[in-house]
Structures are given as C-alpha cells and as structure tokens.
C-alpha cells in the first residue's frame, strides 16, 4: 500500500516470546493506529498515536504495548506472546483523526 | 450488544445485480459513517465516506445514512466479479480518536 508499510507480514512466534511489528509511513500523517482483525470480531483498537510520544490504549490493549519516537514509526510489542494474539495485525495512518484510515498491508501473525 | 452490528454473510449474487449492504449501530454521537473494501488477504481501503445523514454517490456505489434508525447501507449497482470482498462498516463521533468497525460482509459476485 502506497505511503505505508508494515513488517514482518509474516510471523511465527513461540509462547512467552517478545515480539515487535513494526509500521512506517511516507505521507507525515499524525495520526497512526494499530488494529488485530479476527473472524467475527472486525477490526479492534489495539493503540494509537496522535503524535512523536503520544500514545493512548484501545479497546483490546491487555498485553500489548506501543512506542512511537518518530512521525514514520509506530511500533507494536507484545511483551510475552500468547496463542490468544494469534491474529492479524493492521497498522493504519490518518492525517484528520479519525475520518478516513489508509491500511497497511497486515502482519499475519501465529503464536505457537 | 456491540456498537456496531454487520451480518457477516455470505452473500452471493450473479454479475449486474443490485447489492445492499448494511450495519446498525446503537451509539447516536456517530456522525462519521465509512465504507471500507477489503480483498482477501490485503488491507481494508476507504470505499466511501458520509458526514450525519443522506445519500452519497460515486459510480456505482451510493452510500445511505439514516440516522433517526441507526441504520447505514450501501448499495452497489451493476455488480462485477471485482466487487467480490469483503465490505467493513465503520463509523466514529466528532472529536474522538476512535473508529469502531463492523465485522464485515463477504461479498461474491459470480459471473
């Protein structure tokens, strides 16, 4: 997707592991949102930045924790991974808040 | 109850016909109503999006907002194969950072 890129787009993981995805954009949007898409859920808010070190939780933060020391950068760690964030991982950008999301691609992620 | 509520299909229809598309909601601050498209194993893209009520048009997609019913569609005319996706409601209120999303739709056009 044009202006936003995530990595890995595939990851296999053990439990209890570390693990950061990582999200960059191009276009200098303030806004960047990290989102876990699962079967009969839809897209949940995991996290989100309105700025370099302003971040605030979603709606399904538990387990997760967020850094952004650049515009580009948003990364998203789960600091002891569990088959229950077995998922896939959006990251979005925005440059009006919440009207409008441009996605990423996706890390497919499986926590074995 | 979830805030927004989208029967996730199947629906499947032939080439050309008529599709609507539709989520209920139950929080009345939304005034931001969205579309999304998502292909199989891509990133969901902005279809449409509507301020507070009405209609809006592009091509061959109308998004509705109705909001005395909390009630959201859209409509896809002369469907193509290339629709086959799956469509994501969304929606959000005035000064929040929060965009909460429907389950989604799968959508098959056959030809």
């Known amino acids: 997707d044009a202006g936003i890129t995530q990595s890995p787009r595939h990851k296999v993981t053990e439990t209890g592991t570390p693990v950061t995805l990582r999200c960059h954009q191009t276009?200098?949007?303030?806004?960047m949102y990290w989102y876990r898409q699962d079967p009969g859920h839809g897209l949940r808010l995991i996290h989100y930045?309105?700025?370099?070190?302003?971040?605030d939780k979603g709606e399904v933060s538990d387990g997760y924790s967020v850094s952004r020391s650049k515009t580009e950068d948003f990364l998203l760690t789960l600091e002891s991974a569990t088959s229950s964030q077995t998922s896939v991982y959006f990251c979005?950008?925005?440059?009006?808040?919440?009207?409008?999301?441009?996605f990423g691609s996706g890390t497919r992620l499986t926590v074995v | 109850q979830k805030e927004v509520e989208q029967d996730p299909g199947p629906l499947s229809v032939p080439e050309g016909a008529i599709v609507s598309l539709n989520c209920t909601y139950s929080?009345?601050?939304?005034?931001?109503f969205m579309w999304y498209r998502q292909y199989s194993r891509k990133g969901p893209e902005l279809l449409m999006y509507?301020?507070?009520?009405g209609n809006k048009e592009d091509g061959r997609f109308t998004a509705q907002v109705d909001k005395s019913s909390k009630y959201i569609s859209l409509f896809i005319r002369d469907s193509q194969p290339s629709d086959s996706a799956t469509y994501l409601c969304?929606?959000?209120?005035?000064?929040?950072?929060?965009?909460?999303f429907g389950a989604g739709t799968r959508l098959f056009v056959k030809a």
């Open positions: 979005a950008i925005s440059d009006e808040g919440v009207n409008g999301y441009t």
């Open positions: 276009e200098n949007h303030r806004y």
């Open positions: 930045s309105y700025g370099v070190k302003d971040t």
């Open positions: 929080n009345s601050a939304f005034q931001y």
């Open positions: 509507t301020y507070s009520s």
């Open positions: 969304a929606m959000s209120a005035p000064g929040g950072f929060k965009t909460i």
